[in-house]
């Protein structure tokens, strides 16, 4: 099991951008494929990106498509997300997962970055 930990959130302004890494600790991280959420305090957490192990296969969000990228660099087990031109809306701490290609759950969480972005 991999162990996450999550940087790069911030206070931006509309328009901006931001890098979010996630940092994954333990064997393996090419067998993992990864996700990012997020989640704004009293909704649902809503599904970001994900990416395969590989790095081949990613999907993103309606709510982000040409705005966020998705990557990752498994010689430095870490994840990545792009954020160009920031909307408040996407104002959330942001989590990223991970999930064993064995299992069907997610197996580890980071603790979550801050995103706020200003009018």
């Known amino acids: 099991q991999v162990q996450l930990v999550e940087s790069g959130g911030g206070l931006v302004q509309a328009g901006g951008s931001l890098r979010l890494s996630c940092a994954a600790s333990?064997?393996?991280?090419?067998?993992?494929?990864m996700v990012w959420f997020r989640q704004v305090p009293g909704k649902e957490r809503e599904f970001v990106a994900s990416?395969?192990?590989?790095?081949?296969?990613?999907t993103v969000a309606n709510s982000v498509k040409g705005r966020f990228t998705i990557s990752r660099d498994n010689a430095k087990n870490t994840l990545y997300l792009q954020m160009n031109s920031l909307k408040p809306e996407d104002t959330a701490v942001y989590y990223c997962?991970?999930?064993?290609?064995?299992?069907?759950?997610?197996?580890?969480w980071g603790q979550g970055t801050q995103v706020t972005v200003s009018s």
């Open positions: 990416i395969s192990g590989s790095g081949g296969s990613t």
């Open positions: 997962a991970a999930r064993y290609y064995l299992n069907s759950n997610y197996d580890s």
């Open positions: 333990g064997r393996n991280f090419k067998m993992y494929s």
